[in-house]
């Protein structure tokens, strides 16, 4: 068998290696798993019977069960009664929330409150919790006053310090004065804010180096603010940063080879947003004709985290409660205005927002609802997120030379889109984090 003198070549070089270093040798440099279904999150229908050969921390081969062949000493996971799946992405969490319960001090108190030891501990487990609902990638919009905390546990994640997904991290993202909380305080009081304030574009490029130089993957923008019900029944959002203030971010972030992501839900904020070269729109709640032609030419991908907009509604006889409803009511015909026009839609929850407790992949059933098909719904947390961020072939995937991170289930997600919040398996990097398929 071919890979079986690779399997010796490697084995040796490993030997040698950890007699040198005086580290346990690995024996077993091979994984395989056998899938009874194979989502692999590109392909537009599943395989059945598919083998998964697994070289440390990469995808070697995919093969139908007849035609595998398997190395002689190598790990063999059995999942072949289930499902298997890329593992998941996320493209828009916040780690460092941990949901904004009024009745627990909403916003406010993550930052008047918290210590930032305390919310870096409580991070700590909302990537655990990620990681165990099979979502080994998440794209984390800024951490809401904790500075670049993102960053140290990103790096805490990549030396085997703690369990949790791959992230790609944006820091503290930038608005306008007016344009982010805290609010409503005295106006003698200098109140620190959740996210880097800047005005003029001389001080939004100054915000973007700041970022970028200390490890910024992604600049994450406020292109909206405060919303509420207009005169005529509309949803209005205020605008926050102007298209010169925005184009001097842009520019900066894409000569450093980074993208864009901005919080826009419509009006004028949102169109500011398009014309500045927004790469991503998050939220995008109110999307006008005119917004959707723009998204499609410019290639602007759009991540609606429906979820978030279902939750801690204020009671239906306050501005507030009309406004609740009426984000829900103009997103429900956004949403699929931009899918049956072909806009390119990721999935997002804005989990964090929502509490760390609850199922991340409570976003499927929405998208599904909403009209997309359960095969499409899977790409935009799979291949389709990770062509947003750049990632193409390396995760989202289940293919040769992609990375190893694989999740399983039992059951058909393609009939029953809810059961993906019952992930059973969940491999990141090669190694297994959760197996409780037996
Ligand atoms: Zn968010």
């Known amino acids: 068998m071919k890979n079986s003198c690779w399997v010796f ?45 697994i070289r440390g921390n990469r995808i070697e081969s995919v093969t139908a069960a007849a035609a595998a062949k398997i190395p002689d000493d190598a790990d063999v996971i059995d ?24 009745a627990q001090g909403g916003y406010d108190v993550n930052i008047l409150k918290y210590p930032l030891a305390l919310r870096a501990a409580r991070a700590t487990v909302s990537v655990r919790r990620a990681l165990e609902q099979g979502f080994t990638t998440l794209r984390d919009l800024e951490t809401e006053g904790a500075g670049y905390g993102d960053i140290g546990i990103k790096e805490a994640i990549e030396g085997g310090y703690i369990p949790g997904p ?36 001389v001080e939004a490029r100054k915000a973007a180096r700041e970022q ?37 971010i842009v520019d900066e972030t894409h000569g450093w080879g980074k993208k864009v992501a901005c919080h826009a839900y419509g009006g004028i904020g949102l169109h500011r947003g398009l014309d500045g070269g927004c790469d991503s729109i998050e939220h995008g709640l109110d999307l006008d004709d005119a917004a ?19 939750h801690d509604w204020a009671p239906a006889d306050t501005p507030e409660g009309q406004r609740d409803r009426k984000r829900v009511a103009v997103h429900e015909v956004s949403f699929p205005k931009a899918l049956h026009a072909g806009v390119k839609i990721v999935f997002g929850t804005d989990i964090g927002g929502i509490p760390w407790s609850e199922p991340i992949a409570q976003e499927f059933p929405h998208m599904v609802e909403l009209g997309m098909s359960p095969m499409e719904a899977i790409k935009s947390a799979t291949s389709r997120a990770a062509d947003m961020l750049d990632m193409q072939g390396q995760i989202g995937v289940i293919a040769p030379g992609a990375y ?29 984090f959760r197996n409780e398929t037996k």
């Open 292 to 310: 959707i032609a723009q998204m499609l030419k410019q290639g602007t991908w759009y991540c609606p985290t429906l979820s978030a907009y279902y």
């Open 79 to 102: 999942l072949s009664h289930a499902t298997v799946l890329p593992g998941l992405i996320d493209s828009h969490t916040h780690i460092f929330l941990q949901g904004e319960d009024p």
């Open 166 to 201: 791959r992230l790609f991290v944006s820091t503290r993202a930038i608005s306008t004065t007016g344009g982010y909380p805290l609010e409503g305080y005295a106006p003698e009081l200098d109140m620190p804010t959740g996210a880097q304030l800047i005005d003029g574009p």
């Open 212 to 248: 970028l130089s200390h490890g910024a993957d992604w600049i994450k923008v406020y292109m909206t603010h405060r919303s509420w019900v207009g005169k005529n029944g509309e949803l209005v959002s205020q605008p926050t940063l102007t298209v010169e203030e925005l184009k001097a």
């Open 9 to 53: 070549f490697f084995a040796v070089v490993i030997c040698c290696g950890a007699q040198e270093n005086n580290i346990s040798p690995v024996l077993h440099p091979f994984t395989v798993i056998r899938a009874g279904v194979l989502i692999d999150g590109k392909s537009d229908s599943p395989r059945h019977n598919q083998v998964i050969v």
């Open 404 to 432: 190893a991170d694989i999740i399983a289930l039992s059951g058909d997600p393609l009939s029953d889109i809810k059961i993906l919040e019952n992930v059973q398996f969940v491999m990141k990097d090669g190694k297994v």
